[in-house]
């Protein structure tokens, strides 16, 4: 049984290192030099990207930083001796950032009203100054495949757009590189593997205390999904790395206006009477012939 249990636990940190290696040479988001600033919030995705980071960095081709910076915002009951006694464990270099967002937060948003926007701006901002302090090169954060998925769903549903989070993206101040390595990695893989690495989860009792907030809406309905629908999840993330502006209708991101017919064939011309077909996805059909592929792929030279 035990032995089992450690296969598994091999299976999964690998097809996590996998992913994660993956997304770093697809976005390119790791160069040699680099001195990448890990935050970490002490819950179960930050803490699987510092780890898979660190086991990335002890076997990548090239040279590259890792520091851990938490912000402790003062919520009442924050453990604030669990994440340095961790770090500390295992050796990882780490900073601790205390700024009491909390009281602003809870003073200035009326009781019964969600928190998420003004604390990930005040929290934003915090992590900007303190990259700047430490000559970080980029800003690492723990969203998932999960997270940019519920990101495309709210803000079409809520926010009347079609965008989702970024892989890699410039911060809002022109000054940061922020990046999302675990970006391939599913919500239920880094469930189970902190589980298994039994990391020292702290909740945010700040954010999880809000009923009903649009997130946990959208989350739920995903969730429903990929358990009636196996692999839906993972057909939707694959739609925003395969975008045709020419089949939506943003006019400002593609000229319909003077879009005219021509006598030669118009690559991306619409099909507008012919049925859709859809294809089975060959990676799908083949995964666990290819399952070790991307470990050959871990943090390629720039």
Same mark, same amino acid.
């Given at each position: ?73 003062k919520q009442p ?36 009203? $969600? $928190? ?9 901002g915090v992590l ?69 690495? /039994? ?95 991307? /470990? ?7």
């Amino acid at each position: 049984m035990l032995k089992k249990q450690q296969y598994n636990t091999n299976k999964l940190q690998k097809r996590l290192r996998r992913l994660v290696g993956t997304a770093i040479a697809d976005f390119n988001m790791v160069e040699a030099g680099d001195r990448i600033m890990v935050c970490l919030s002490g819950g179960k995705d930050s803490y699987a990207l510092l780890d898979i980071l660190r086991n990335l960095q002890s076997h990548a081709p090239l040279e590259f930083e890792l520091i851990a910076v938490n912000l402790d915002q003062k919520q009442p009951g924050f453990p604030e001796q669990v994440l340095p006694e961790y770090l500390t464990r295992i050796d990882m270099p780490f900073r601790i950032v205390e700024q009491d967002t909390y009281s602003v937060v809870k003073r200035v948003i009326a009781e019964g009203k $969600t $928190t998420c926007s003004l604390c990930s701006r005040l929290r934003r901002g915090v992590l900007y100054r303190v990259a700047d302090e430490l000559g970080a090169t980029k800003i690492a954060l723990g969203h998932h495949r999960d997270d940019m998925l519920e990101t495309l769903f709210l803000n079409m549903f809520y926010g009347g757009k079609l965008k989702a989070m970024p892989p890699k993206l410039v911060s809002d101040d022109g000054k940061h590189i922020v990046i999302r390595p675990l970006a391939y990695c599913k919500e239920k893989d880094l469930a189970a593997y902190a589980a298994m690495a /039994d990391f020292p989860i702290i909740p945010c009792n700040l954010c999880g205390s809000q009923p009903n907030l649009q997130r946990q809406v959208i989350k739920e309905m995903l969730q429903q999904w990929d358990k009636k629908f196996p692999g839906r999840l993972e057909t939707m993330f694959r739609s925003i790395q395969n975008v045709q502006l020419s089949h939506l209708a943003d006019t400002s991101r593609y000229d319909f206006v003077n879009l005219k017919a021509q006598d030669q064939p118009f690559e991306g011309g619409d099909t507008a009477f012919d049925e859709e077909t859809f294809e089975p996805n060959i990676e799908e059909m083949f995964s666990p012939a290819i399952e070790d592929e991307g /470990d050959r792929r871990i943090v390629s030279e720039s």
